[in-house]
């Protein structure tokens, strides 16, 4: 269901089994009258009259449903809810589940993850690599710690010859300490075109569920422009949920 505006996909079907908290993770607070999803929603804002939002549940979502509608509605943002296929696991599941509603340019944010210093213009500025012509485009966070690396959504990013872009010369998710080292990078958003997106999210898909992908399976995604958007958090461990909530992560 392409169309005029492009569409922002919001994975919130997982189960957080890391945490195990009573309600679902986007609705963590984080401050007064704040919760985790919010911070995405405020990067969608300035861009709310170019996007629509997917959010994808799982069940038992219901009260997610409604803090979206409520929000969505304040921002004149359009809102579709879907399903996650259960036959279609993790978070790049649900992005293939939302296949039929991606629009001319697609991004995919978590719910879960807050930037250090929010970026008001980066996602547009992501959704206009896609319309430029790039395959795929991500945004990103300088990162060198080992552990970092070993547990994310790892890229080791390059200057490109000529016109000076960070660019993606390698990527895994997870991939462990152990190479670690060949990393300088993690994600926070990416993007894609419609005609791109099925290859992007072939290799994004596999990478989740552990799949071997030599350099040459990597194709989709190498040379894919990056935009720094500073550190983020992600709220879906315990310590830095603590961080969070003890004021020393943001």
Request: charged fraction near 20%; charge should be negative.
């Amino acid at each position: 269901m392409t169309g005029g505006r492009d569409t922002v996909v919001l994975p919130c079907a997982g189960a957080g089994s890391r945490l195990g908290l009573p309600f679902s993770k986007e609705l963590t607070p984080t401050g007064p009258g704040r919760v985790a999803v919010d911070h995405t929603l405020d990067l969608l804002a300035p861009h709310a009259d170019r996007l629509r939002l997917v959010a994808v549940l799982g069940h038992g979502r219901e009260a997610t449903a409604r803090h979206l509608a409520a929000r969505c509605a304040d921002l004149s943002l359009p809102l579709a809810i879907c399903l996650q296929d259960p036959k279609l696991p993790e978070s790049t599941g649900a992005v293939l589940s939302t296949a039929a509603w991606w629009g001319p340019a697609t991004a995919v944010l978590l719910p879960d993850q807050i930037l250090t210093a929010p970026a008001r213009h980066a996602v547009g500025a992501l959704l206009d690599l896609v319309h430029a012509g790039h395959e795929a485009a991500f945004l990103t966070a300088a990162e060198s710690d080992p552990a970092r690396l070993a547990v994310d959504g790892a890229l080791r990013l390059e200057i490109a010859d000529g016109d000076g872009w960070l660019r993606v010369a390698d990527f895994a998710d997870k991939p462990g300490l152990e190479t670690a080292h060949r990393f300088n990078a993690v994600w926070f958003a990416y993007a894609f075109a419609t005609a791109n997106g099925p290859a992007v999210l072939d290799v994004l898909h596999r990478a989740t569920l552990r799949e071997p992908l030599d350099h040459g399976a990597l194709a989709p995604l190498l040379g894919a422009p990056a935009l720094d958007v500073g550190p983020f958090t992600d709220l879906g461990t315990w310590p830095n949920l603590a961080a969070l909530i003890t004021g020393s992560a943001l």
